[in-house]
């Protein structure tokens, strides 16, 4: 596709359960970021993937969460036992190299936990 | 000590004012600077890169103070569909993420 595509746009989970977030980047993007915004704040970094190098994951916020991105391209990110204060647009965003390109954004999933 | 830091706002202006936007960051190892732009609940997009030298793209001047670790962002002639939350962004250097600031609400108003 043309941008960076993120599945589902929305989704409501029940207090506990497991979700899967899913971002496809702009072909040949080897940065892929995942950051999180709530109401009315600003982003949150959680994780960058750099082509083949060890994933950054000094953002994740705790154990709960996970995230992997197989071949170099699909990132899924994943939030175990979930927890109201998980509620946010979770945003994924690629770039053709770290830091120095611009980062281009899909349009987010927003996860409500209820 | 946020490594991004903007005044949150909001700045109310009238159609037609020059309005402008200050960002610190505390890392003095950053090497890429960007202002990006958020509508209302949309993802962000790249506004400009912005220069050591300073860049202008027709109403909006972006300029960098090393020095000072400072970078700011105006806007002339402000119009309506300027209405925005405008991010600062800024990267250490190739395999760093990119770190927002929380970003500056304005309101252009008729």
């Known amino acids: 596709g043309a941008g960076v595509s993120q599945s589902p746009s929305n989704k409501v989970t029940e207090k506990g359960k497991d979700v899967e977030l899913r971002c496809d980047p702009i072909?040949?993007?080897?940065?892929l970021y995942w950051y999180r915004q709530s109401l009315g704040q600003g982003l949150e970094f959680l994780i960058y993937f750099q082509g083949n190098s060890a994933p950054d994951k000094s953002g994740l916020p705790s154990d709960r969460f996970s995230a992997e991105r197989t071949g170099g391209s699909v990132s899924t990110l994943t939030i175990q036992r979930t927890q109201q204060e998980d509620s946010a647009v979770y945003l994924c965003?690629?770039?053709?190299?770290?830091?120095?390109?611009?980062?281009?954004f899909g349009q987010g999933t927003r996860l409500t936990v209820v | 000590r946020k490594e991004v830091e903007q005044d949150p706002g909001p700045f109310n202006v009238p159609e037609g004012a020059t309005v402008a936007f200050n960002c610190t960051y505390s890392?003095?190892?950053?090497?890429?600077f960007f202002w990006y732009r958020q509508d209302c609940r949309k993802e962000p997009k790249l506004l400009m890169s912005v220069y050591s030298s300073g860049n202008e793209d027709g109403r909006f001047t972006a300029q960098l103070n090393r020095a000072s670790q400072y970078i700011s962002l105006l806007i002339r002639d402000s119009k309506l569909s300027d209405s925005a939350t405008y991010l600062c962004?800024?990267?250490?250097?190739?395999?760093?993420?990119?770190?927002f600031g929380k970003g500056t609400s304005l309101l252009v108003t008729p």
């Open positions: 962004v800024v990267a250490a250097n190739s395999g760093y993420a990119l770190n």
């Open positions: 890392n003095s190892a950053s090497q890429s």
């Open positions: 072909s040949g993007h080897t940065a």
């Open positions: 965003a690629s770039s053709l190299q770290t830091g120095v390109t611009e980062a281009f």
